[in-house]
């Protein structure tokens, strides 16, 4: 049965249901007309926590309009990716360092064996 603005209320349970949170979540993800944003709204949404998503629950039922319970739902899922950002950003600059340990401690090794490589090969002359 629709609701208004083409939501019907299975809608609302799906959307509630994949994204594991309460109604004001659900509702403010399904009052979304842009179905691009409502698909990575749900993204995010899914993979939040348990604590996380009850802790958006509530600033959702805090709020009283449609708008504003979007814009919570916006500024969270914005913060919680950058975050996520950062910590790729991190992990990636942490790879490069370890790799260039690893460079270092490669070049260092072959260098030993040219030196030892050198040492048998003048000894074997004499």
Do not use: C, H, W, Y
């Not at 019907?8 to 659900?26: H, N, Q, R, Y």
């Amino acid at each position: 049965m629709p609701l208004g603005g083409g939501v019907t209320a299975g809608t609302i349970a799906l959307i509630s249901s994949i994204v594991g949170a309460g109604a004001a979540t659900g509702s403010a993800i399904s009052s979304t007309k842009n179905a691009k944003k409502r698909r990575e709204f749900e993204q995010n949404i899914a993979a939040l926590n348990q604590q996380e998503k009850d802790a958006l629950e509530k600033k959702l039922q805090e709020k009283k309009t449609v708008e504003e319970r979007q814009k919570v739902l916006s500024d969270t899922l914005s913060n919680i990716t950058m975050t996520r950002l950062n910590a790729i950003e991190q992990q990636k600059l942490e790879n490069k360092k370890t790799f260039n340990k690893l460079l270092v401690i490669g070049g260092i090794s072959v260098a030993i064996l040219i030196v030892g490589l050198i040492i048998v090969k003048v000894k074997k002359g004499k």
